[in-house]
């Protein structure tokens, strides 16, 4: 079972920076496309940036130029970095990848990660 652990929220004020990490881990798997998500109080979760295993990227129209997703394949670990943050951008952020098991590539999974707390002041 693939598992995925966050880290790097926090409390930050408007135009600060954050970058949060988030490590896959388990046995014998390969990764597809990594992502971050995010979700306000009352509000639906929504995407925030997705990365492919080849490194094609897709952020949300809100965070474009603000935010950067990045990946470190060997490490099965996705970035996000995220900078001119503003309140609109409190939201737990929660990691999500899908991919499938090596000793069965009809196997496959999709995982979230527990979710971190992004609170921005203003």
């Known amino acids: 079972q693939v598992q995925l652990v966050e880290s790097g929220g926090g409390l930050v004020q408007a135009g600060g920076s954050l970058r949060l990490s988030c490590a896959a881990s388990?046995?014998?798997?390969?990764?597809?496309?990594m992502g971050w998500y995010r979700q306000a109080p009352g509000k639906q979760r929504e995407l925030v940036a997705a990365?492919?295993?080849?490194?094609?990227?897709d952020y949300a129209d809100s965070v474009k130029g603000r935010f950067t997703i990045s990946r470190d394949n060997a490490k099965n670990t996705v970035y996000l970095q995220m900078n001119s943050l503003k309140p609109e951008d409190t939201a737990v952020y929660y990691c999500?990848?899908?991919?499938?098991?090596?000793?069965?590539?009809?196997?496959?999974?999709?995982?979230w990660g527990q979710g971190t707390q992004v609170t921005v002041s203003s």
């Open positions: 999500n990848a899908d991919g499938q098991y090596v000793s069965d590539y009809r196997r496959t999974f999709v995982t």
């Open positions: 990365i492919t295993s080849r490194s094609t990227t």
């Open positions: 388990g046995s014998a798997f390969s990764i597809n496309t």
